[in-house]
Structures are given as structure tokens and as C-alpha cells.
């Protein structure tokens, strides 16, 4: 696959040879390519389903059953919403699960982010240097 800036979008070329355009694209390649699997002890007498993010697909197979999700990145926190509606899930992680408001006046987060540079910039300078305490911040992001 090929992409290229062309006008006001995206020309893609698929390896077939046949073209797209779109106005936007979005790389979501992830980490997928070398799937994390802890050694836990008792997992080989575990009898259900065991699966890495990267193996899930859809919620239906596990339509009425108890579920649990770990970890608190992107990919557990959205499964976990998707897995909530057909399961009882449980979403652990070591520390509480941080939300944001994905809008914020009328406008995306990222819009946002893009517009006042922080989606670029060295965060842990940039709070060192605003000297941000964790009640201020928490008053900036909000609470879950």
C-alpha cells in the first residue's frame, strides 16, 4: 500500500493496483506485532478463554459470561466498554482508570491538542516548567 499527499487529502494505492482518496488518514498500527503475555501463575489450569488484545475481534462469543480486562490502556478500556455490552465485565488495572472529555467545545480534544501545539510538545518539561500541582491539574482534566 501506498500513500500520498494529493490536493486537500490522500491518494492510496492498494496492492491490487486500485486507487483511493480520502480526506483523512489514520495510522493505527499499534504494538500488535509482538503481543505481551505475562507469566501468571495458574494459567495452565485456567479452562476458559484466554486472549491479547490483538487477538480480540467482537463481544458476541463472550455474550453472557464473566469477563475480566487488564490493564487501563486504550485498547483494554475500549474492549472492556465494547465487552460491557453483551458481559459482566471487570476492568482491572494497578490504579484508577483516567477519563477526558473527548469534547470540548463543540470541537475534539485533539483539535484542541493540535491548535495550542501540546499534541508536539515535551509534556514533562512543559509541567515542570508551569509548575502544575496534581489539584491544579486535576481541576484542568477533570475527575473520572
Known amino acids: ?32 506485532g509482538n503481543p505481551y503475555r505475562p507469566a501468571l501463575p495458574g494459567l495452565g ?25 487488564i490493564g487501563a490502556g486504550n485498547s483494554a478500556v475500549q474492549i472492556a466498554a465494547e465487552l460491557a455490552t453483551v458481559a459482566r465485565v471487570t476492568l482491572a488495572t494497578r490504579a484508577p482508570v483516567r477519563f477526558a472529555r473527548q469534547h470540548i467545545l463543540g470541537r475534539d480534544l485533539h ?8 499534541d508536539t510538545a515535551p509534556l514533562g518539561r512543559l509541567l515542570r516548567h508551569l509548575r502544575l500541582s496534581r489539584s491544579s491539574m486535576t481541576a484542568a482534566i477533570g475527575r473520572p
Request: net charge negative; aromatic share 10%; charged share 15%.
Open 45 to 69: 489450569n485456567f479452562t476458559g478463554t484466554v486472549l491479547h488484545a490483538a487477538e480480540y475481534r467482537a463481544p458476541e462469543p463472550f455474550a453472557g459470561q464473566r469477563v475480566i480486562v
Open 1 to 32: 500500500m501506498e500513500v500520498r499527499a494529493e490536493g486537500e487529502g490522500f491518494g492510496i494505492t492498494l496492492q491490487d493496483g486500485s486507487r483511493l482518496a480520502a480526506r483523512a488518514v489514520v495510522a493505527a498500527s499499534g504494538t500488535f
Open 111 to 118: 483539535f484542541w491538542l493540535t491548535l495550542t501545539g501540546l
